[in-house]
């Protein structure tokens, strides 16, 4: 109480003292002038005087002239107003005086009054602050106070705390004695119970004891049982393998057997064609010498050669113009420049104008290796995986795939479609029962987004997968043998990434096709006399770069794309009109190719070759081009059934009376062929064959 006093008497008091002032002493009243009295009213008395007096002399002399008392009259009232005037003008400066004054004094008196009212804040303020410092060191010894009275209590409750916790652990101590006491008496008491149980078991124990050993007896027992149809069972699965080998070998004997007569039927295909080939000459001969053509009827037919077409087709790069096959009614080389010449709106002179024209600026570059050709895309940097990584879904029966927009089906033949799309026809099929004919087991699974996984259980182990989309487009196919190495056929993950329901022909958004290799480099015909290296010209790049891995189907329905590798003609393979059957002497005629096939597949078993089918333009284009795909089938099937090319490696599609040889629209023997290309860069990266 003591320290507030002597707080209140230094600080508060000369505070408040200079706070605390009468409002008299802050206020200042301004000194005004005392204004003097304005003389006007002293004139104007006086002027009032002697008009008085002149009036009073007017009246007294009543004999002035009246003309002269109307003057000084006017004059008086002149003088009057000028007065008057005069007059007015001092009040109203006098009043403007005092207007400015009594501004002035309102001005001073504001003044003074804000002021005091500053010196009233400014006293508040310091009386404010001083009172807040009072308040706090109040604060702060109130505040000591109770942190003072706060340890105490923390204090006596720590000693509160650790008497309870005394107690609580004398409290335990007992319990835990107590607890022992009773568990030492529960255990006497179950011991005893146990001695009296097992004294009364004893006799039970022995029946148990026989029980048990009957039962290890009956186990024993069908021990030896389950043994013995063990090795029942791999007896059995001995006799099975030893029968497995056996038809192996029996297949072998049989495979060595059909090569043999292959062998046979091929030296007397060769003797035959070496007698119909002196049989030609000898008649081209005679023809010469009568000096007309030879009999086409006698054997394959032969087209005359044409010389300017030859010259061109020896060296394509000089020029720009549509190449044509070297001989007589050739159409056109690639089947781009076929469908280009194919089109009706307008003429042909001026469609191959435009294409001529838009050839000048194309530069190409023939690539030196299928890696080559892919280089400039992330071939290289594809991470593959696995054709049965995910877990399926297993349907009971064969899917069905949804239509893409704009495509129309016209027909459904066996498992082919034919459908109406852009304008024109293309056929469709499904390649599973070609590739299931020697299968034990097929089945379907659903995977996410729509796809579609097929297996192909072959009797010696290996499967053949393939995932598509939901449209029926080959995403992946590959083939898994026994010990689970897998070899890929296609790989175009992108179309599951990207599943447009319209196809769009990638080539339409590429420059015309400009071939800058002779002809004879890219497409050769089985009936040339000379001894051409098959393997060698299947193995060789493409003719241009590869933009990017394209689809199975971009390849099948794109002639741009198709035309980026080299193909070879099966001439030696004359169908009959309207007919897809092949004999076994013309089947041999396939073997050379189907070797160098072959030996490309021991290189790489992951390779594609696409066997295209083609007719003549007569007919209707719907069964032209059924037709067409039963003729590349029925070339497929050979490849397999008599040279053993797998045909999981093999495509098929046919083309009907679309990319004529020879440009006519009569029966021609030479327009009902099939071809072969090594599609294989365009379909995967070549990364994952290295």
Partial sequence: MAKRTTLLATVALPIFSLVWQPVEAAMVRPVLPQVEKSDVTTVQSEEEEIIRKKRNREEQGGGQNKRERNREAEQQQDNRQERRKKQREAEGDQQQQENRQERRKKQREAEGDQQQQENRQERRKKQREAEGDLQQQENRQERRKKQREAEA?????????QERRKKQREAEADQQQQENR??????????????????????TWRAEDRKDQREREADRQKQENTQKTREERRQKQRDAEADQQRQDADQQRAREERRKKQREAEANQKQD???????RREKQREAEREGKRPDETAGRPRRERDKDRERIARDPSGTTDTIELPFTDGAAVLDSDKDWDNRRDRSRDELRRERKEKRRDVRVRVPESDRDAQVGWEGDRVRYESGDRERGERRDR?????????????????DRTVINFDGGIIVRSDDGRR???RATETYYEDLPNGRI??????PNGDRVVTIRNRYGDIIQRSRIDGGGREYVMYYAPEIDRDSRPTFVDPGERLPPMRLTIPVDEYIIDTSAEDDTDYRAFLDRPPVEPVERVYSLDEVKYSARIRDKVRRIDLDT?????GSADISMNQASTLKRVADAMNEILDKDPGETFLIEGHTDAVGSDESNLVLSDERAEAVANILTDVYDI???????????ERFLKIDTDASEQLNRRVTIRRVTPLVKPVAMAE
């Fill in 182 to 203: 009773q568990e030492r008496r529960k255990k006497q008491r179950e011991a005893e119970a146990d001695q009296q149980q097992q004294e009364q078991n004893q006799g």
């Fill in 453 to 458: 996984r097929e297996v192909i259980v072959r």
């Fill in 646 to 656: 797998a045909p999981e490696n093999l495509a098929t599609q046919g083309y009907g």
């Fill in 398 to 414: 064969r899917p069905r795939y949804d239509d893409r927009d704009g495509w129309r089906v016209e027909r459904e033949i066996d």
């Fill in 573 to 577: 393979i004359t169908f009959a009109t």
């Fill in 435 to 437: 590739l299931s004919r």
């Fill in 153 to 161: 209590d923390q204090q006596q409750q720590q000693e509160n705390r």
């Fill in 273 to 279: 064609d070496q007698k119909a080939r002196q049989e």
